[in-house]
């Protein structure tokens, strides 16, 4: 499958890719399979994929736990070595045009104590839902990578 197929299959949308590598077939070995399952057990299990009601949590802490998922990845792809490159050109992809705009956006407002104001954390739920989206779509694609029953929609 070329990668602009697979963004496309697994709903992530926005994502611009290069024509000459958007062309590129997508070949993950066992190294790229085992990071896909490393990240793919952190989405699943924290605010980045799990709905965040109301009554529930608060804002800050969210942003930090997404904003984590640069330093988990980070680690995973030390971790993994030189040689799990399809999982980084897609990570690396992911958090930088799904992730960091959220992030760069809710920690400077962050810092300006928007979290003091109801509109503002409303606002940041509606954003954060938007991202939800992006993120269960991720992790549908690494379940699939790294070839597990994906889990994600398991409590709907």
């Given at each position: 499958m070329q990668w602009k197929d697979?963004?496309?299959?697994?709903?992530l949308k926005n994502i611009k890719l290069n024509f000459k590598f958007a062309e590129v077939e997508f070949e993950p070995k066992t190294v790229d399979k085992d990071a896909a399952w490393e990240l793919y057990v952190e989405l699943i299990t924290r605010v980045s994929t799990q709905t965040l009601l109301p009554e529930e949590g608060d804002e800050e802490t969210a942003l930090v736990s997404i904003y984590k998922l640069f330093e988990i990845t980070r680690e995973i792809l030390?971790?993994?070595g030189r040689e799990c490159i399809e999982f980084t050109k897609l990570a690396v992809i992911v958090l930088n045009q799904v992730v960091r705009p959220f992030a760069a956006k809710w920690h400077k407002l962050s810092l300006?104590?928007?979290?003091e104001s109801k509109e503002k954390c409303d606002e940041f739920r509606k954003d954060l839902a938007e991202l939800q989206v992006q993120l269960r779509n991720y992790t549908k694609l690494l379940a699939n990578i790294a070839e597990?029953?994906?889990?994600?929609?398991i409590e709907e």
């Open positions: 697979l963004f496309s299959k697994w709903g030390r971790k993994q300006e104590n928007a979290f597990v029953e994906d889990l994600t929609d």
